[in-house]
């Protein structure tokens, strides 16, 4: 079944950056999206951004201009490079991945990766 596993978070001063990372593995086909959500601590858990596999990129409003997703098909890999991160921006983040399959919507996601922002 797909499996994926996120990394690069950590804490980070105010202003500062860190690079989020997810490789899948498994079945996820030729089309599919791949994205980051997240859920900070007693708030609903949002889509941060995502992208299908011909490159287009979607973001929520409240990180556009600061956050960006990419993908490396070959590689199964999506990033999201967060710059200029605000304490807000403290949550776990979770990386999905959604396809078709047998003509069934299926999404997946990883264990998650925390990122705290603070001073």
């Known amino acids: 079944q797909v499996h994926l596993v996120e990394s690069g978070g950590g804490l980070v001063q105010p202003g500062g950056s860190l690079r989020l990372s997810c490789v899948a593995s498994?079945?996820?086909?030729?089309?599919?999206?791949m994205g980051w959500y997240r859920q900070a601590p007693g708030k609903e858990r949002e889509v941060v951004a995502t992208m299908n596999t011909g490159g287009s990129p979607n973001y929520v409003d409240s990180v556009k201009g600061r956050f960006t997703i990419s993908r490396d098909n070959a590689k199964n890999t999506v990033y999201l490079q967060m710059n200029s991160l605000k304490p807000e921006d403290t949550a776990v983040y979770y990386c999905?991945?959604?396809?078709?399959?047998?003509?069934?919507?299926?999404?997946?996601w990883g264990q998650g990766t925390l990122v705290t922002v603070s001073s």
């Open positions: 498994g079945n996820i086909g030729i089309q599919n999206a």
């Open positions: 999905y991945v959604g396809l078709v399959v047998s003509l069934k919507y299926q999404q997946f």
